[in-house]
């Protein structure tokens, strides 16, 4: 597998990891008592998304790509999942 594809996997997993934190925040923002700060991580959540959808799309028209920043993308979308996962279990 090239770097290129392993780029644009790793820049795919992160939106859906972002999308699904985004999902479960702000079904937790409907659900819960303490609605800002849900809110707050569901709105971060959606804007790297869309931060990510514009990378794969970069990645994808011209062939510019950064593998660093891909791997970065992926943990943090990986640890604020963990994150809210661990959150929603607490409140």
Do not use: H, N
């Given at each position: 597998?090239?770097?290129?594809?392993?780029?644009?996997?790793?820049?795919?997993?992160?939106?859906?990891?972002?999308?699904?934190?985004?999902?479960?925040?702000?079904?937790?923002?409907?659900?819960?008592?303490?609605?800002?700060?849900?809110?707050?991580?569901?709105?971060?959540?959606?804007?790297?998304?869309?931060?990510?959808?514009?990378?794969?799309?970069?990645?994808?028209?011209?062939?510019?790509?950064?593998?660093?920043?891909?791997?970065?993308?992926?943990?943090?979308?990986?640890?604020?999942?963990?994150?809210?996962?661990?959150?929603?279990r607490s409140a």
């Open positions: 597998m090239s770097q290129y594809a392993l780029t644009l996997l790793l820049v795919f997993g992160a939106l859906v990891t972002q999308a699904t934190v985004a999902g479960l925040a702000t079904a937790t923002y409907l659900s819960r008592r303490k609605p800002l700060a849900w809110a707050g991580v569901a709105m971060a959540a959606l804007v790297m998304a869309l931060q990510q959808a514009w990378t794969l799309e970069l990645a994808v028209r011209t062939g510019i790509y950064d593998f660093r920043q891909a791997v970065l993308a992926a943990a943090v979308a990986l640890l604020m999942l963990g994150v809210v996962f661990g959150f929603r």
